[in-house]
């Protein structure tokens, strides 16, 4: 199915509901299309991020500590 065919079937449907039915399917509608636009925009901001080269420099950090300097080693038991 196409996409305007999509629409005017949900428009037929919309025409025949009493006007408090299609105005809960327009508020339906409007948290869809506000939903899509966050997660359009969240991903545009990880694509960013990814590519950023803002935090390159902590990878080029030496490691301040190694194992041998721990005084005992949690191995995750109470």
Same mark, same amino acid.
């Given at each position: 199915m196409t996409r305007q065919a999509v629409i005017e079937r949900t428009i037929d449907a919309i025409n025949r509901l009493p006007e408090e039915k299609a105005i809960e399917?327009?508020?339906?509608?409007?948290?869809?299309? %506000?939903r899509y636009e966050e997660q359009s925009l969240s991903e545009g901001i990880k694509q960013i991020t990814n590519s950023s080269v803002a935090f390159d420099f902590l990878s080029k950090e030496e490691d301040l500590y190694e194992l041998s300097d721990l005084k %005992?080693?949690?191995?995750?038991?109470?």
């Open positions: 399917i327009a508020d339906f509608a409007d948290f869809i299309s %506000k %005992k080693i949690y191995n995750g038991e109470g």
